[in-house]
């Protein structure tokens, strides 16, 4: 569970009482504005409100250890409303496929990642 802070917390199934929480953090800073958070293939993607980017976050130490850029993925002119933000992730782990979209955006988007190698 996120309520946008950096902090999440895992929530017993059944009771919903927490059964402990952790602080996301990139390097030393902690990521405030996480929004929609899903499990896939084990880590945690959280969105980070109001920008295009998708935190990818170890459960067990908060720690990002990557991020999905969406830039780019939705035209610009659906952007002229300012609560077109992206907010959805959800991933169909049977056939492996991850979808992304937000508040009135027109579509569902599915998307592959690609690593990218810096030199």
Sequence with gaps: ??????????LDIDTLIEKRH??????ATPIEQLNELEFVEGEIFANVWQ???????SPQSGRVVGWIDL?????????LESGAVLNGIAYDSNRKRLFVTGKLWPSIFEIRLVPIHLQ
Excluded at 51 to 57: E, G, L, P
């Design 1 to 10: 569970m996120s309520d946008g802070t950096p902090a999440i917390r895992a």
């Design 22 to 27: 952790f602080t996301v953090q990139d390097g």
């Design 51 to 57: 920008t295009d980017r998708i935190a990818r976050i």
């Design 71 to 79: 830039k780019g993925l939705l035209s610009p002119i659906y952007h």
